[in-house]
């Protein structure tokens, strides 16, 4: 059934700029065929890089359950690291019905990226993200350990709806005027679709390239040693109420 | 039916509701800023494809953020009202359900809307003020033919809970098919006018989402014709007595599994 979820999403997403781009030839700085291989890339992206188990680490800590995995012999954010992979390739494997679907019954114009630079430099960016959306999505969960309300949904909630926006997941952020634009693009959630989906569509130069990839190392590197040091807080603070 | 009793029922689970709601404040502030957030979001967005491009299929901005509000408008009342089926299937599968069906009020309303969200209201208000401002210079005939329309939608949608929740009962499937309904919904978020004539018979005939969100925003703006408002009383009726039929018959399939 999530499944069918995640197909309608992208239905819906892909139907809408269709509709748009019946009656424009140009939005922005995208015609059709680049905006429909954004929005049926975007939904890769989704898979490899926002699907996650993370939201397991709060219901641990808000029900006590982490007592459970604290006294296994195995580092206990890897292991949630590790099924989060799991997830990602499920997400990954049925997405992949889901898109020939679209490509077998709606044949759309899709953009192939032929140079294999840019491609490697988006599989790059690509697994860059994933680890800066674990690290946040983990720092997220860990909030849990002060505000145990609701197994941490409420803090989750609003972390989906504001990262959904503005990781270029409504719409590309180059849309948006430039102020707002160059601001969200140095923010780690651009680098989960909006960045990685620039580098595949060649629309960022060499230079804008390493630009965006220091960004992301820089918030790979600031977001892993706050997640550690909230770590290492939380469990003093962990009471492992519920059990 | 006893609707003086049904409405004192429905206040007095609204006022537990508030009072649950209350007793997680932090929760019940973050969920409402969350669904601001979101709504802030999308009607930016809007605004900005709609300001890089021309009319699409006709509507100009202010029309587009009229569906848009409709939309936003349907789509709260029906949490707002109806936010029960969310929880419906814990109530399934674990056999609770019995203890609903032993009251001397209808299982079906149990079901629905004794769980009125009332985190939904804040936006609701500040949509239906939005509403009213865009729309000041309404005729009385639209405002009319709106209302009517707007009855006909909050028919569907009430059909569409009462079949998801017959669906529940005889699948334990419930909350994915909320969500689904939910998700397929956001399709309406602009007119079914611009999609693709079979993508728009399905929205405006076997999933009739054009009902619920697009016709009514056009009896407002005057630019429904008259064949689709019969369209609409007649669906909305039928639906509904043919979802009050599944859920009797869902009743007699339920198995009180667990209890």
Not at chain 1, 156 to 177: E, W
Not at chain 2, 87 to 112: E, T, Y
Not at chain 2, 147 to 156: E, T
Request: hydrophobic share 55%; aromatic share 18%; glycine share 4%.
């Amino acid at each position: 059934m999530w499944q069918f979820r995640a197909f309608f999403l992208l239905l819906g997403g892909y139907f809408f700029w269709y509709a748009v781009y019946r009656f424009n030839n140009q939005i922005g700085v995208y015609d059709e065929k680049l905006m429909l291989t954004y929005v049926l890339l975007s939904s890769f992206l989704q898979s490899l890089i926002l699907t996650s188990r993370n939201f397991q680490i709060a219901e641990d800590i808000a029900t006590g359950k982490l007592n459970n995995r604290l006294i296994k012999p195995v580092n206990y954010l890897k292991s949630m690291f590790s099924l989060d992979l799991g997830a990602k390739a499920a997400s990954i494997f049925f997405l992949f019905f889901q898109l020939a679907i679209i490509f077998m019954v709606l044949k759309p114009p899709f953009f192939i990226q032929k140079d294999p630079l840019k491609l490697l430099s988006f599989i790059l960016v690509s697994l860059g993200g994933l680890f800066v959306y674990f690290y946040l999505s983990s720092l997220i969960s860990l909030v849990t350990f002060w505000y145990p309300e609701d197994y941490g949904w409420p803090a989750r909630f609003l972390f989906m709806v504001v990262n959904n926006f503005l990781s270029g997941g409504v719409l590309p952020l180059d849309i948006l005027p430039p102020a707002i634009f160059n601001f969200l693009r140095l923010l780690p959630p651009a680098h989960f679709i909006f960045f990685p989906l620039q580098v595949y569509l060649g629309k960022v130069n060499n230079f804008e390239f390493f630009q965006g990839f220091l960004v992301m190392i820089f918030w790979l590197i600031v977001l892993k040693i706050i997640t550690d040091f909230v770590w290492q807080k939380g469990l003093k603070n962990y009471t492992a109420v519920g059990i | 039916m006893n609707l003086k009793k049904y409405f004192y029922l429905w206040c007095r689970t609204t006022i537990l509701s508030l009072q649950s709601k209350l007793s997680r404040r932090g929760s019940s502030v973050i969920f409402i800023l969350g669904k601001f957030i979101r709504f802030t979001f999308y009607i930016f967005s809007l605004l900005v494809v709609l300001g890089k491009s021309q009319k699409i299929a006709g509507f100009d901005i202010k029309q587009m953020i009229n569906f848009f509000l409709i939309f936003n408008l349907f789509d709260l009342l029906g949490q707002f009202f109806f936010r029960g089926i969310y929880w419906f299937r814990g109530k399934i599968v674990s056999g609770m359900f019995d203890l609903s069906l032993i009251k001397p009020v209808s299982p079906l309303f149990q079901v629905l809307i004794t769980d009125t969200d009332l985190l939904d209201l804040p936006l609701l208000l500040i949509v239906i003020a939005m509403l009213i401002r865009q729309n000041l210079n309404i005729s009385l005939i639209n405002l009319a033919l709106f209302i009517l329309l707007s009855l006909a939608a909050f028919l569907v949608i009430t059909s569409f809970h009462i079949l998801i929740a017959s669906i529940g009962i005889i699948t334990t499937e419930v909350d994915n098919m909320v969500w689904i309904y939910r998700d397929l919904t956001l399709l309406a978020r602009v007119p079914v006018d611009i999609y693709l004539g079979s993508v728009r018979v399905f929205l405006t005939f076997i999933l009739p989402l054009a009902v619920i969100f697009t016709f009514p925003a056009k009896a407002m703006m005057g630019i429904l014709a008259w064949p689709w408002i019969i369209y609409s009383l007649i669906f909305s009726s039928c639906i509904l007595f043919f979802a009050l039929k599944f859920w009797h018959f869902s009743l007699r399939k339920y198995s009180s599994a667990s209890s």
